[in-house]
């Protein structure tokens, strides 16, 4: 019964389920008249409508109308429910992508300094567990991720002569390095996707007294995210090994962002990155689930 509507894609009507020989347990039931309507949307049969009657039932045009009508539209429904559900895989699936062509990126930022070895995961990790303190949404935090895994990105424009160079750099060569965060910028502003994650690589050398570049940006002036992996940065450059310095203790990197609070930091930022190195070691505050992200 139900296979002859979906094949036919028609209306079928048994006016005596006894006399047609249907399976017991319909004859059980007591039904008598059975319709059967098949659900089809986009030419495809998504499911049948059936309605079955325990008395003789004879319908006329009007019902069987508003049978096909509802079938109908119950189809449409269930084809909109699994377009949602596609449009969401799909999204998921983008997203992942998304995810792991950053992450490729920054991976490769760091193989290519050897010096900043996984550097950038460190440090976004970090980042992201001190801007949850500020309440950002779920959807922010991806892209304070993401601008966080990309914060050097804008050195891909830096010569290498000068990116690795040894020694101090000459003025010249130093105007140069101080323009990757707007190499970063114009990097990644053509590409839509990465706009809201662009405060970081653009803004993490601004300071709070209005000393950083490329803007010369002060205080509030600077976007949060900024302010916030600017504390993180500085702090993981300290404790880690240069060979043009000898590397700082976490006691005295923590000293040192507390004593720079309201002149190159944000004081609210260095409060709730003290409180945090406090609860949880810096080497071993644990990565961060990225499927919330």
């Known amino acids: 019964m139900t296979w002859e509507a979906i094949q036919e894609k028609l209306l079928v009507h048994i006016p005596n389920l006894v006399e047609s020989r249907a ?23 998504k499911g ?30 269930i084809d909109s429910v699994g377009m949602f559900q596609d449009i969401q895989r799909s999204n998921l699936e983008l997203k992942s992508a998304y995810d792991a062509t950053i992450e490729g990126l920054s ?11 996984n550097h950038s995961k460190w440090v976004t990790d970090i980042t992201v567990a001190l801007a949850i303190q500020f309440n950002y949404s779920v959807e922010d935090l991806k892209y304070i991720r993401w601008g966080a895994l990309l914060h050097d990105i804008g050195k891909l424009g830096v010569p290498d002569r000068i990116l690795f ?39 993490h050398h601004e300071m709070w007294d ?30 880690s090994e240069r060979p043009y310095r000898e590397t700082w203790s976490e006691k005295k990197a923590l000293d040192h962002i507390q004593e720079q609070s309201g002149k190159k930091f944000d004081p609210m930022v260095v409060n709730a990155f ?6 949880d070691s810096i080497k071993n505050l644990p990565l961060l689930d990225e499927r919330m992200i």
């Open 107 to 117: 991976n490769a930022l760091d193989l290519r300094d050897k010096e900043t070895e």
């Open 48 to 77: 049948v409508l059936e309605v079955f009657h325990r008395k003789g039932f004879i319908a006329d045009r009007e019902w069987l109308d508003f049978l096909e009508t509802l079938a109908g539209q119950a189809a449409i429904a």
């Open 165 to 203: 160079k040894s020694g101090c750099l000459s003025e010249e060569e130093w105007l140069i390095m101080r323009q990757h965060p707007s190499f970063a910028y114009n990097l990644l502003s053509g590409i839509e996707y990465l706009r809201p994650a662009l405060e970081i690589p653009y803004s």
């Open 23 to 45: 399976p017991a347990e319909l004859i059980d039931e007591g039904f008598i008249s059975y319709h059967a309507v098949p659900m089809i949307a986009k030419g495809k049969v």
């Open 274 to 279: 003290i409180r945090l190195m406090k609860e």
């Open 210 to 239: 209005g000393s950083g570049y490329p803007l010369g940006l002060i205080k509030d002036q600077i976007p949060l995210a900024a302010r916030i992996f600017t504390v993180v940065d500085v702090f993981d450059a300290l404790i």
